[in-house]
Nanobody, 135 residues
Framework: EVQLQASGGGLVQAGGSLRLSCAASGLTFDDYAIAWFRQVPGKEREGVSCISSRDGSRYYLDSVKGRFTISSDNAKNTVYLQMDSLKPDDTAVYYC????????????????????????????WGQGTLVTVSS
């Protein structure tokens, strides 16, 4: 059973930085992707970033490109989302999620550039962590 634990949210002023962490356990699959989604009450969940285990490719939502960086530490089974130059529009509950390849190759995260990252296919979710950016 895959379990994800998200942490690192908090209150920060506009222009500040936060680093979110997603600690994963039970990821025994060779091919998987870890993603960050965010959601504001009343709005649809939005795919922010993902990273593929097989080729290390990444995806970023256009509005966070150049400000957010996703990375992984395989030794710690943890994926990070470094968020710099935060804006009030980044305020949301952030969730990490895992998609696993069960006998088939997953689409690499880079595929979603220009297409948008969808939550469909992400079977495992961590609890949300709230990020609040004040103006």
């Amino acid at each position: 059973e895959v379990q994800l634990q998200a942490s690192g949210g908090g209150l920060v002023q506009a222009g500040g930085s936060l680093r979110l962490s997603c600690a994963a356990s039970g990821l025994t699959f060779d091919d998987y992707a870890i993603a960050w989604f965010r959601q504001v009450p009343g709005k649809e969940r939005e795919g922010v970033s993902c990273i593929s285990s097989r080729d290390g490719s990444r995806y970023y939502l256009d509005s966070v490109k150049g400000r957010f960086t996703i990375s992984s530490d395989n030794a710690k089974n943890t994926v990070y989302l470094q968020m710099d130059s935060l804006k009030p529009d980044d305020t949301a509950v952030y969730y990490c999620a895992a998609e696993v390849g069960r006998g088939y190759n997953l689409v690499p995260c880079s595929f979603y550039s220009g297409r948008g990252l969808q939550a469909l296919g992400y079977d495992f979710w961590g609890q949300g962590t709230l990020v609040t950016v004040s103006s």
